[in-house]
Each structure stands twice: as structure tokens, then as C-alpha cells.
T-cell receptor
């Protein structure tokens, strides 16, 4: 089986930086994805790490350490519109993504 | 381009009634997934299809749930009979890269309430 752990809630101030961690236990690990979901909306793809290291896309970065079974999503210059739920998801071979339970980020003024 | 299209967006039904949720994947995508989202259990995979063929339905909770994909542009998820514990958001998603793709595209979801 597989399991993913991420904090249930995080609060951060507008303009600040926030890091959302994800640890996983799974066999046949290929990579880690991150999805964003606003209230009432659909999950949308943010980033993917197949190799160790940092991937940067604008204000968002994602990191993976395969040896530590650990990754994180880093959001910089937080904006109010970043308030949403963020899900990590593992890719295992030829099987569909398995999602964590999500971290609800609240950005406050 | 149109995204994944789901209908109905919202449905309220009485316990015991049949519910049919519909999905049109993105054209050209060869994999389709049905997920269910609840506060308690998060996003759970119910079933997925590759090239219209069901590959793994181990996530389907009970025999009351069934899914079909008669062609590449249409899928249904049926619950018969429905129960209050089936209340959830049901997402359909598709991927151009098969079930091993890194990116899947979700529809806006069908919000089901069973009373």
C-alpha cells in the first residue's frame, strides 16, 4: 500500500513564504506531484518532481528527496488568491496518482 | 480547448434513488479516472479506464457502484441504490499519458447529496 502525510492546515501572511511538507511511504515510487484546489473548484496541476532537487515555476517551487521519502511545495510572495488546498500525490509505475488528504492554506493580511 | 465536462454539477436525491453521473473527457486523452472527495477520506480513486477498458475498479466501494465507458468521449458512474453516505463530490479526470501520467485534468465535479 501507500500513505502520504501532509499537514492539515497552514496559515501564513500575505507577502510571506510558506512551505508545505509531504512525506510518503510507497513501493515503486516514480515521482511526486502537487495540485491546488480552490474551494468549490477542481484540483489543478502545479508541479511534478521525478528526480531529487528543486523545480521552480514562478512563485511556486517543489522539492523532492527520494532517499528521505520527502517533498515540499514552497510558495513565495504569498497572495490572498493562494488561499486554497494543496495536495501532494505519488506516481507509482503504471498506476494512477494517489493523493494525500491535502493542506488547507489560509493567507491572511 | 474544452476541459473535462461533468454533469450534473449538483444533485440532491433521496435515499434509494438511482444516480447517474456523466463525464466527457478531453478529446485525445486515453485515460479516464473517477475520484470521490470527502472531508474524511480526501480524494479517493474509484475506477480508471485506459482506452475505454476498465483497468482497476478496486476503489469502487460496493456493488451499488458501477462505471462504464462505451466510447472514448463518454463515461458514466452510477449509484443504485444511493445512500446518505454516498454524499460527496465526484470528480472525473482524464490524462493524455495513460494511467502513469504525471498530469491529470479534473472536471469541475458533481456535488451529490443523498438525503
Amino acid at each position: 500500500g501507500q500513505s502520504l502525510e501532509q499537514p492539515s492546515e497552514v496559515t501564513a501572511v500575505e507577502g510571506a513564504i510558506v512551505q508545505i511538507n509531504c512525506t510518503y511511504q510507497t513501493s515503486g515510487f516514480y515521482g511526486l506531484s502537487w495540485y491546488q484546489q480552490h474551494d468549490g473548484g477542481a484540483p489543478t496541476f502545479l508541479s511534478y518532481n521525478g528526480l531529487d532537487g528543486l523545480e521552480e515555476t514562478g512563485r511556486f517551487s517543489s522539492f523532492l528527496s527520494r532517499s528521505d521519502s520527502y517533498g515540499y511545495l514552497l510558495l513565495q510572495e504569498l497572495q490572498m488568491k493562494d488561499s486554497a488546498s494543496y495536495f501532494c500525490a505519488v506516481r507509482r509505475g503504471n498506476t494512477p496518482l494517489v493523493f494525500g488528504k491535502g493542506t488547507r492554506l489560509s493567507v491572511i493580511a | 480547448d474544452a476541459g473535462v465536462i461533468q454533469s450534473p454539477r449538483h444533485e440532491v436525491t433521496e435515499m434509494g434513488q438511482e444516480v447517474t453521473l456523466r463525464c466527457k473527457p478531453i478529446s485525445g486523452h486515453n485515460s479516464l479516472f473517477w475520484y470521490r472527495q470527502t472531508m474524511m477520506r480526501g480524494l479517493e480513486l474509484l475506477i480508471y479506464f485506459n482506452n475505454n477498458v476498465p483497468i482497476d475498479d478496486s476503489g469502487m466501494p460496493e456493488d451499488r457502484f458501477s462505471a462504464k465507458m462505451p466510447n472514448a468521449s463518454f463515461s458514466t458512474l452510477k449509484i443504485q441504490p444511493s445512500e446518505p453516505r454516498d454524499s460527496a463530490v465526484y470528480f472525473c479526470a482524464s490524462s493524455p499519458q495513460g494511467s502513469s501520467g504525471n498530469t491529470i485534468y479534473f472536471g469541475e465535479g458533481s456535488w451529490l447529496t443523498v438525503v
